[in-house]
């Protein structure tokens, strides 16, 4: 399960925001052809085969640490002590199908994230 932070760039600074390759939804019959994958099987020629695999790597990289960032929101905002129906850490890991502890930090995580420590309320 990846950290409840932002995966790091080249030399442990803070990644790059490139704009990533636009994630279109495959067509129905395309999804059920397991070779099938964005169409990068119909491209032959390598140099644009690894050009948009490669755009495809930061689009699902991108994608992933903001579903994260959200995830632990969400977690931060379930877990509020204010709410009266605030569900404690194993609920919500539970929920999620976390460990525990990862919930705690994802709680921690997502607390930092709204008070504009973070990426997702930039």
Excluded at 43 to 70: C, G, K, N, Q, W
Excluded at 94 to 119: C, N, S
């Amino acid at each position: 399960m990846p950290e409840p932070h932002p995966a790091q760039g080249p030399h442990g600074t803070a990644p790059r925001r490139l704009k990533p390759a636009p994630l279109l939804f495959e067509p129905t019959a395309a999804v059920a052809d397991e070779a099938h994958f964005f169409d990068l099987e119909s491209i032959e020629d390598p140099r644009e085969l690894l050009s948009r695999s490669t755009e495809l790597v930061l689009a699902f990289r991108a994608a992933t640490d903001r579903a994260m960032e959200f995830q632990a929101m969400a977690a931060a905002q379930l877990a509020d002590p204010r709410r009266f129906d605030r569900l404690t850490p194993a609920v919500i890991a539970e929920r999620a199908e976390w460990t525990e502890d990862y919930a705690k930090k994802m709680v921690e995580f997502g607390r930092e994230l709204m008070r504009g420590g973070g990426d997702a309320t930039e």
